[in-house]
């Protein structure tokens, strides 16, 4: 401020002893740059006494009306230039929030068409998974006993199965459905889950149950689809070593689930990997609906948000963790189910 008092009364002094024209263009130039640098109108119309009273002290008669119209000619060049800078700021700042809305509304549109879409596939696919399904339990049924061929398709039987769970998953999150969870052994489940996987995973991966039989709400084809899609993306992020744990854990209400501390119960899952890992801003976006790093055509990025939204739907939580060349933790925590001791 104290800058801009000295720039205006050396203007206006100049301005009021040569009426020259380039004094009101340094004037002008000064209200553009206060408003630049967010000088308020109140305080940029206060300069002017503070000129005026420094013109005094230096002796300048203020009060002959010529020196008082030559005052008033600077003030008005600095209100009117500060004026128009201030239009054209509070102009390209409305501008700027009017494309921010736009893109926004641009964004609501393509993700809600890009959900229909997704929705009118899955619908397509569960059609036609359908037969798939119906025929090969009625091959099955029709096989003479045990013959080579019974094992094959019971694998094509069991993985269309988990296709059309998978799908169905799909459908609800687009539809927003849920259906309502079951009592389940956690640790067992979670070993199905893996025996059923495997075959469709090249990669192997560990898997350490600590806790078998403790019961949780949850649902065996959506832990299915739960697991495939964490190990998937841990294979995906070129992971070399894979390990999945179930143990149980005691923690607090707000989550900061921790070994021994509070009382909270919780079956815990992860899924520990050693892949490429997320920069902090894709962690950031790493659940949300869409979000995908992978090459178009790669991948959905539903994968995560489908996962959190089944595990929010069991009361749960799914935390990421992790570090840019030091792999990630997927981190499911579903709350032990009442009455089990
Ligand atoms: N274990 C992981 N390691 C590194 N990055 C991961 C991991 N899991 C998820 N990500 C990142 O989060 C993004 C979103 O994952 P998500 O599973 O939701 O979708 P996607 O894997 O990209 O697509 P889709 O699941 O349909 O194949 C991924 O594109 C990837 O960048
Ligand atoms: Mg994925």
Redesign the pocket.
């Known amino acids: 401020m104290q800058g801009l008092l000295e720039r205006y009364t050396a203007g206006m002094a100049s301005y009021v002893a040569t009426a020259a024209e380039a004094s009101l263009l340094d004037i002008e130039e000064l209200g553009r740059s206060a408003i630049t640098d967010d000088v308020s109108l109140d305080e940029i119309a206060g300069l002017h006494e503070g000129a005026a009273l420094a013109l005094s002290d230096r002796g300048v008669p203020i009060n002959e009306p010529e020196v008082i119209r030559r005052m008033s000619a600077c003030l008005s060049a600095l209100m009117v230039s500060a004026a128009v800078a201030y239009r054209t700021k509070i102009d390209l700042l409305e501008q700027h929030r009017q494309q921010e809305r736009d893109r926004t509304e641009r964004d609501r549109q393509r993700l809600e068409t890009l959900g229909q879409f997704v929705g009118s596939v899955a619908h397509e696919l569960n059609n036609l998974l359908q037969p798939v399904r119906g025929m090969t339990e009625i091959m099955l049924a029709d096989l003479p006993k045990k013959p080579p061929e019974q094992a094959d398709l019971e694998v094509v039987e069991a993985c269309a199965i988990q296709a059309v769970g998978v799908i169905q998953g799909i459908l609800g999150y687009v539809r927003r459905e849920t259906i309502a969870p079951q009592r389940l052994a956690f640790g067992t489940a979670v070993a199905t889950a893996c025996n059923f996987i495997r075959p469709m995973l090249r990669e192997p991966f560990e898997t350490v149950i600590r806790d078998r039989d403790t019961e949780v709400l949850a649902l065996q084809g959506e832990l299915t689809q739960i697991v495939l899609?964490l190990v998937?993306?841990?294979v995906?992020?070129g992971a070399r070593q894979v390990r999945i744990e179930v143990d149980q854990i005691r923690g607090g209400e707000a989550g900061e689930a921790r070994a021994g501390a509070g009382s909270r119960r919780w079956m815990r899952l992860r899924v520990i990997?050693d892949?490429?890992?997320?920069s902090a801003a894709?962690a950031a976006r790493?659940l949300d609906p869409y979000?995908?790093?992978?090459a178009t055509g790669q991948?959905?990025?539903?994968?995560?948000?489908i996962v959190r939204s089944i595990v929010l739907g069991w009361s749960g939580k799914l935390r990421i963790r992790?570090k840019p060349g030091r792999g990630?933790i997927?981190t499911l925590l579903l709350p032990v189910a009442a009455g089990w001791s």
Do not use: P, Y
């Open positions: 899609n998937q993306n841990a995906q992020a990997d892949g490429h890992g997320m894709v790493a979000f995908t790093t992978k991948g959905t990025g539903l994968g995560l948000a992790s990630t997927a």
